[in-house]
């Protein structure tokens, strides 16, 4: 059955660094999305794309972070300079339709 | 804005025993609404997805409703297994222009005691 992929499962970084996630969405899948989990709290959106452009973002998702599809297959997204709280699980998701959503495993992100 | 509330936030059952989490939303003007399972340390995994002309929706032992006007869905789970231990979300998404921007409860976490 096919899924969402994402890479890698756990990243540790600095304070200050970038930070790239990667994701490979269901092949046949139109819409990607982020969102992120801090630990013990809600899953919160970030992001939706479509179309090779931003469709929807929240608040969450200032001029620090970006999102690209590079290639036909990958999804990335970029934090420009991590800040402690940062720290989250980050999910992508994607659907074939503006319907059901499908998500990947998760990055652990962790910023020292 | 819309807020997705579940309660209980934990809840422990016996092995067999039928149950019910609950999920309710503060504005009945939903396109969907997703149940999710999220195992520890791991990604969602979505369960079923209500469409908002849609009362319910079944798989296997898995039974979920959706009442718009009163602003509550439930999620039923039949003959509880100790493998069905895990958390589970509740996710709305609105309409309008938004594409995605499911909004998530906090989930109930659901032990089964074999």
């Known amino acids: 059955e096919p899924e969402v992929t994402q890479t890698p499962s756990h990243q540790v970084t600095q304070m200050g660094q970038e930070v790239i996630l990667r994701c490979v969405p269901i092949?046949?899948?139109?819409?990607f999305y982020w969102y992120r989990q801090i630990l013990g709290q809600k899953v919160e959106f970030l992001v939706s794309?479509?179309?090779?452009?931003?469709?929807?973002k929240s608040e969450i998702f200032d001029d620090q972070f970006s999102v690209e599809r590079p290639d036909g297959s990958n999804f990335t997204l970029k934090i420009r300079s991590t800040k402690l709280e940062d720290s989250a699980m980050y999910f992508c998701?994607?659907?074939?339709?503006?319907?059901?959503?499908?998500f990947g495993p998760g990055t652990r992100l962790t910023v020292t | 804005k819309q807020e997705v509330t579940q309660i209980p936030a934990a809840l422990s059952v016996p092995e067999g025993e039928n149950l019910v989490l609950n999920c309710s939303f503060t504005?009945?003007?939903?396109?969907?609404l997703q149940w999710f399972r999220q195992d520890p340390g791991k990604g969602l995994t979505s369960l079923l997805l209500i469409q908002s002309s849609q009362r319910e929706q079944t798989s296997g032992r898995l039974n979920a409703s959706l009442d718009k006007s009163s602003g509550r869905s439930t999620l039923y789970i039949a003959a509880s297994q100790p493998g069905d231990s895990a958390t589970y979300l509740c996710?709305?998404?609105?309409?309008?222009?938004?594409?995605?921007?499911?909004?998530f409860g906090k989930g109930t976490k659901l032990s089964v005691k074999p």
């Open positions: 092949s046949n899948h139109l819409y």
């Open positions: 794309f479509y179309n090779n452009e931003i469709s929807e």
């Open positions: 996710a709305s998404k609105g309409y309008g222009g938004s594409q995605g921007n499911l909004i």
């Open positions: 504005d009945s003007a939903i396109y969907n």
């Open positions: 998701a994607s659907s074939e339709l503006p319907h059901e959503q499908y």
